[in-house]
């Protein structure tokens, strides 16, 4: 696990499962825009988290590319969970904003919530098509830009599933260090 601290917040890099960070308060829902259940990381935590989660979540929907709303995580080890909508690579544009607007309201939610801990996953780097290089950069980026006006989040982490998308966000952090 790589940390990394701005202020009085730490973002980690590390691999492994969103639906299992039992020591955040909030995951985020690489979501659809009606909040359902899906495939992916939206199928995962849906599948985790319980039949409640679909009931609770798809009232709030439809959302757009960029938005996010939050649920309680229901069987989940968390206490929320924050459905963003990213965008689909080249059809929803300008995409690299939609992307940033994605963590940096999912982070307004918090600071208004007063929630400590977030765990991202890759938002929009499965079935959206955004290449995960790129991805990474524009993620860590709006993060970074955010922190020094987070007044309650202490922690915030990237939970990436595959070594190589790992070695992509340590990349990414080593640029823009």
Do not use: W
């Amino acid at each position: 696990m790589d940390r990394y601290i701005y202020g009085d917040t730490a973002l980690e890099l590390r691999k492994g499962d969103i639906t299992r960070q039992d020591d955040v308060e909030a995951i985020v829902n690489a979501a659809n825009a009606h909040l359902r259940q899906g495939g992916g990381v939206a199928g995962a935590i849906h599948r985790a988290a319980g039949p409640e989660l679909e009931k609770e979540s798809t009232p709030l929907g439809p959302i757009k590319p960029g938005e996010a709303v939050i649920t309680g995580a229901h069987q989940l080890p968390n206490e929320y969970v924050i459905h963003c909508l990213g965008p689909v690579y080249d059809r929803d544009v300008p995409h690299d904003q939609l992307l940033a607007n994605c963590y940096q309201n999912a982070l307004d939610i918090c600071e208004k919530k007063g929630i400590k801990s977030i765990a991202f996953p890759a938002i929009s780097t499965g079935a959206f098509g955004y290449p995960p290089e790129e991805a990474a950069e524009v993620a860590l980026r709006a993060i970074m830009k955010k922190m020094p006006s987070l007044k309650k989040v202490e922690l915030i982490r990237m939970v990436l599933f595959g070594d190589k998308d790992l070695e992509i966000h340590q990349e990414n952090m080593k640029k823009l260090m």
